[in-house]
């Protein structure tokens, strides 16, 4: 995605694929179809931006790489046009492929909660908001990304519990409070609830009530945002035009209609604004679509004909257009019947090669004392779980899941879910760690909320960090120094004393100046054993790890002090100068 001439790496998914299944889909075909589909084959099968977890574990967890519920959502779709090209080009082997993984949003969606959510070490992502703005999502919380299965909305609907149960969650959506929590995020504007028009993946769900018989909602919503979100002044726009999608959103709708799901040649109805349009085909016909009694109280569709025939559908195909003729909308001041009939409303599915969602696993905390109890669930309650406790990948002649068990040291637990025709899920993974029972820290600074890591715990919770800050395993202190003190329970003989931090210039994380160790055996008075200063330039890019670790001559303390010494404000040569940067540490060890 440029900006000034310059990547800014920002936007997700392979959307090329999109618009080559589409122009496929509306007869576009000029072009070689066979190598086409290599080629958007090869952009599904690349090793970057998640997509190698994506492809393993049928989704990206968010400690794998960050925005992992949005990549995951943006890749399936993605999938999904490229298996229909394929189906289209009698590729069965790559349908069926592709069409699996145009499913994977199954995994992410938390049954428990009705969201799509980030998955982290085996479990659901916590605590959890859908409101909140994180590295989960990609310039959106889980309201604006929960209703983008655009290739599967019938699915989506099952999943959340029907016709009635999908239509209150759209409802809930846009009457929910406007503000958001978490990471402030500039894209998320032009608020109606928690629908974002401003930002683009918002932008085909005012038209999702046609998919439960509720046009009428759809036309509300519609002139809502026609009336409050665009404006003819300097800024009358509620977001980023990006490249002509909010003016196509708006031409669409001023039309009457709107493609939901690129790929399928169809347009979901909503309701024109315009008294007349005239679209000149390059097959040299015109198709008019006309509004009667239309006026600012007229908001409601009556009833549609094409062609002077009786249309009771709630959608047109992009077929029906090319033959060119006359939509004509017959305007009214309150809902009506027109497009209410199940027979009538439009829909989408991915119903074959059937995808079981990967079980989660629970518990209280990744690190825990003396023991910790472990349960597992799936979203779908017919399935029978599989795990093991030895690493081994599980089978159905693992031992079955039946009740919560108890462990009490360090473990890696693996688990599947499989179904009554014995189609397996995804492997699920948790990673576990013992730590002493005595052992414990003391935090006297305070870390940023968005990256807590888990908590205070995360400095003694032998879980390293890895080159992606986004991903939930750093803790980050902004503008201030870190002071920090972890009492290990008892005297203990002590040779070697150290701390994990990162650097990663360009998003504000700087190596703090120095770092001091402190020991003590009563908590009260500390003697310093060590300082290490750093000696990594600020203005050396990428992503550094460091283990800020020195020798000490063994001796004997219960209690290690950490200071680690803020690097100052952001430097003048830096995109962000005079802004407060951040230290990241992931861990306090010792030897």
Same mark, same amino acid.
């Given at each position: 995605?440029?900006?000034?001439?310059?990547?800014?790496?920002?936007?997700?998914?392979?959307?090329?694929?999109?618009?080559?299944?589409?122009?496929?889909?509306?007869?576009?075909?000029?072009?070689?179809?066979?190598?086409?589909?290599?080629?958007?084959?090869?952009?599904?099968?690349?090793?970057?931006?998640?997509?190698?977890?994506?492809?393993?574990?049928?989704?990206?967890?968010?400690?794998?790489?960050?925005?992992?519920?949005?990549?995951?959502?943006?890749?399936?779709?993605?999938?999904?046009?490229?298996?229909?090209?394929?189906?289209?080009?009698?590729?069965?082997?790559?349908?069926?492929?592709?069409?699996?993984?145009?499913?994977?949003?199954?995994?992410?969606?938390?049954?428990?909660?009705?969201?799509?959510?980030?998955?982290?070490?085996?479990?659901?992502?916590?605590?959890?908001?859908?409101?909140?703005?994180?590295?989960?999502?990609?310039?959106?919380?889980?309201?604006?990304?929960?209703?983008?299965?655009?290739?599967?909305?019938?699915?989506?609907?099952?999943?959340?519990?029907?016709?009635?149960?999908?239509?209150?969650?759209?409802?809930?959506?846009?009457?929910?409070?406007?503000?958001?929590?978490?990471?402030?995020?500039?894209?998320?504007?032009?608020?109606?609830?928690?629908?974002?028009?401003?930002?683009?993946?918002?932008?085909?769900?005012?038209?999702?009530?046609?998919?439960?018989?509720?046009?009428?909602?759809?036309?509300?919503?519609?002139?809502?945002?026609?009336?409050?979100?665009?404006?003819?002044?300097?800024?009358?726009?509620?977001?980023?035009?990006?490249?002509?999608?909010?003016?196509?959103?708006?031409?669409?709708?001023?039309?009457?209609?709107?493609?939901?799901?690129?790929?399928?040649?169809?347009?979901?109805?909503?309701?024109?604004?315009?008294?007349?349009? !005239? %679209?000149?085909? =390059?097959?040299?016909? +015109?198709? *008019?679509?006309?509004?009667? #009694?239309?006026? $600012?109280?007229?908001?409601?569709?009556?009833?549609?004909?094409?062609?002077?025939?009786?249309?009771?559908?709630?959608?047109?195909?992009?077929?029906?257009?090319?033959?060119?003729?006359?939509?004509?909308?017959?305007?009214?001041?309150?809902?009506?019947?027109?497009?209410?009939?199940?027979?009538?409303?439009?829909?989408?599915?991915?119903?074959?090669?059937?995808?079981?969602?990967?079980?989660?696993?629970?518990?209280?905390?990744?690190?825990?004392?003396?023991?910790?109890?472990?349960?597992?669930?799936?979203?779908?309650?017919?399935?029978?779980?599989?795990?093991?406790?030895?690493?081994?990948?599980?089978?159905?002649?693992?031992?079955?899941?039946?009740?919560?068990? !108890? %462990?009490?040291? =360090?473990?890696?637990? +693996?688990? *599947?879910?499989?179904?009554? #025709?014995?189609? $397996?899920?995804?492997?699920?993974?948790?990673?576990?760690?013992?730590?002493?029972?005595?052992?414990?820290?003391?935090?006297?600074?305070?870390?940023?909320?968005?990256?807590?890591?888990?908590?205070?715990?995360?400095?003694?919770?032998?879980?390293?960090?890895?080159?992606?800050?986004?991903?939930?395993?750093?803790?980050?202190?902004?503008?201030?120094?870190?002071?920090?003190?972890?009492?290990?329970?008892?005297?203990?003989?002590?040779?070697?004393?150290?701390?994990?931090?990162?650097?990663?210039?360009?998003?504000?994380?700087?190596?703090?100046?120095?770092?001091?160790?402190?020991?003590?055996?009563?908590?009260?008075?500390?003697?310093?054993?060590?300082?290490?200063?750093?000696?990594?330039?600020?203005?050396?890019?990428?992503? *550094?790890?460091?283990?800020?670790?020195?020798?000490?001559?063994?001796?004997?303390?219960?209690?290690?002090?950490?200071?680690?010494?803020?690097?100052?404000?952001?430097?003048?040569?830096?995109?962000?100068?005079?802004?407060?940067?951040?230290?990241?540490?992931?861990?306090?060890?010792?030897?």
């Amino acid at each position: 995605w440029e900006l000034a001439a310059n990547e800014t790496y920002c936007m997700i998914g392979y959307h090329s694929v999109s618009v080559i299944a589409d122009a496929w889909a509306k007869g576009i075909r000029n072009f070689d179809s066979n190598l086409a589909l290599e080629a958007m084959k090869v952009s599904a099968e690349k090793d970057h931006y998640g997509l190698d977890a994506y492809r393993k574990y049928g989704h990206i967890a968010g400690d794998m790489y960050h925005e992992g519920v949005s990549k995951t959502l943006e890749y399936a779709y993605n999938d999904w046009c490229i298996s229909m090209m394929a189906k289209q080009l009698k590729k069965q082997e790559d349908f069926d492929y592709f069409n699996t993984r145009a499913q994977s949003w199954k995994h992410i969606f938390d049954n428990t909660t009705g969201f799509m959510r980030a998955r982290m070490n085996g479990t659901w992502f916590s605590p959890f908001s859908p409101y909140e703005v994180n590295f989960n999502y990609t310039e959106a919380n889980a309201w604006q990304y929960s209703f983008y299965v655009p290739q599967d909305i019938s699915g989506m609907m099952d999943i959340m519990g029907g016709p009635i149960a999908f239509e209150q969650k759209l409802d809930s959506m846009f009457n929910a409070a406007t503000q958001t929590t978490g990471r402030e995020q500039a894209d998320i504007t032009g608020l109606i609830g928690q629908y974002a028009h401003g930002n683009e993946p918002s932008h085909h769900m005012a038209y999702l009530y046609n998919f439960v018989g509720r046009p009428h909602k759809t036309q509300e919503i519609v002139t809502r945002i026609m009336n409050e979100m665009y404006h003819n002044t300097p800024d009358g726009l509620c977001g980023n035009e990006d490249c002509g999608q909010m003016s196509a959103w708006y031409v669409f709708s001023a039309m009457g209609f709107y493609p939901v799901t690129p790929g399928i040649g169809d347009y979901i109805l909503g309701r024109p604004f315009l008294d007349s349009v !005239k %679209i000149n085909l =390059d097959n040299n016909k +015109k198709f *008019i679509i006309k509004a009667k #009694n239309l006026s $600012k109280e007229n908001i409601y569709v009556a009833s549609v004909t094409l062609n002077g025939k009786d249309y009771p559908k709630s959608y047109i195909t992009h077929k029906d257009i090319l033959q060119g003729g006359e939509l004509v909308f017959e305007m009214t001041n309150k809902p009506s019947g027109w497009g209410t009939t199940p027979a009538n409303f439009p829909s989408t599915k991915t119903n074959e090669n059937d995808v079981i969602p990967a079980p989660y696993i629970v518990f209280n905390s990744r690190a825990f004392r003396e023991s910790t109890l472990i349960s597992m669930s799936s979203a779908n309650s017919h399935c029978k779980l599989y795990y093991t406790t030895d690493e081994s990948e599980p089978d159905t002649s693992s031992k079955e899941y039946t009740n919560p068990f !108890k %462990i009490d040291h =360090d473990i890696v637990i +693996k688990a *599947i879910a499989v179904d009554s #025709n014995g189609i $397996k899920s995804p492997v699920n993974t948790c990673k576990l760690n013992l730590i002493p029972k005595e052992r414990s820290v003391k935090i006297l600074s305070k870390y940023s909320p968005q990256y807590a890591a888990g908590g205070d715990f995360a400095l003694i919770d032998r879980v390293r960090g890895g080159n992606n800050f986004r991903t939930g395993t750093w803790q980050g202190y902004q503008g201030t120094d870190l002071t920090a003190i972890v009492d290990l329970g008892k005297i203990t003989s002590l040779k070697k004393i150290g701390a994990g931090f990162l650097q990663d210039t360009s998003p504000w994380i700087l190596f703090p100046e120095e770092v001091t160790f402190y020991i003590s055996s009563d908590g009260k008075k500390f003697k310093e054993v060590a300082t290490i200063k750093n000696t990594t330039p600020k203005n050396q890019y990428g992503s *550094i790890i460091k283990d800020f670790y020195q020798d000490i001559d063994p001796q004997k303390a219960r209690y290690i002090k950490l200071f680690a010494k803020y690097p100052g404000t952001l430097p003048i040569w830096h995109q962000g100068a005079g802004g407060d940067s951040f230290i990241f540490i992931d861990e306090i060890f010792f030897e």
